[in-house]
């Protein structure tokens, strides 16, 4: 079953296609743009995670992206 988000799909489209146009805007490659998310999820951790909760959350984030590129 889809979980469903506590956010908009118009907020959740806006914020994703300002990111998108602004690493298309770079001409950031592959590689680059995936650095450059890596820090920004990194950075989202360090500012707005609680130090005890980082591992966990980190892990449960993990999860789910390796769901999402599997297809699951």
Known sequence: ???QSKY???QFEAIM???II???KSKANRDLSLMV???VVT??????VPEN???QMAEQFTQ???KSINGK
């Open 1 to 3: 079953m889809p979980q």
């Open 8 to 10: 908009s799909d118009s």
């Open 17 to 19: 296609h300002d990111i």
């Open 22 to 24: 602004a690493l298309e």
């Open 37 to 39: 998310l890596g820090n």
């Open 43 to 48: 950075n989202i951790f360090h500012q707005q």
């Open 53 to 55: 909760q980082r591992q």
């Open 64 to 66: 789910v992206l390796l």
